[in-house]
Nanobody
């Protein structure tokens, strides 16, 4: 059973950097052909895909936030991290990490495992 768990501060001040970690158990983040994603949800905007890091360390980012988003990983700890810079109150949301699968170039088009989500509030 694969499990994902988000962790990090629940309150961030405007203009600061939001940093979250997703710890994965029951499976390795380097296993072919999985991709590890950050997704957020807010009442006003619904679900938004932030970006991902692949089993081979390749990264992808949402064009709308690419300039201030960074995703990295620590394979020794089997976790990956989201950094979102220069945050504003509009970045307030529940942040999730989730797994995605691509085989032979064909994406599954769904996320099979999700973390519980963690609330992050941006406020002064």
């Amino acid at each position: 059973q694969v499990q994902l768990q988000e962790s990090g501060p629940g309150l961030v001040k405007p203009s600061q950097t939001l940093s979250l970690t997703c710890t994965v158990s029951g499976g390795s983040i380097t296993t072919n052909y999985y991709y590890w994603n950050w997704i957020r949800q807010s009442p006003g905007k619904g679900l938004e895909w932030m970006g991902a890091i692949g089993y081979d360390a390749t990264t992808w980012y949402s064009p709308s936030r690419k300039s201030r988003t960074s995703i990295s990983r620590d394979t020794s700890k089997n976790h990956f991290t989201l950094q979102l810079m220069s945050v504003t109150p509009e970045d307030t949301a529940v942040y999730y990490c989730a797994r995605f699968l691509v085989i032979s170039g064909i994406p599954s088009h769904y996320f099979d495992y999700w973390g519980q989500g963690t609330q992050v509030t941006v406020s002064s």
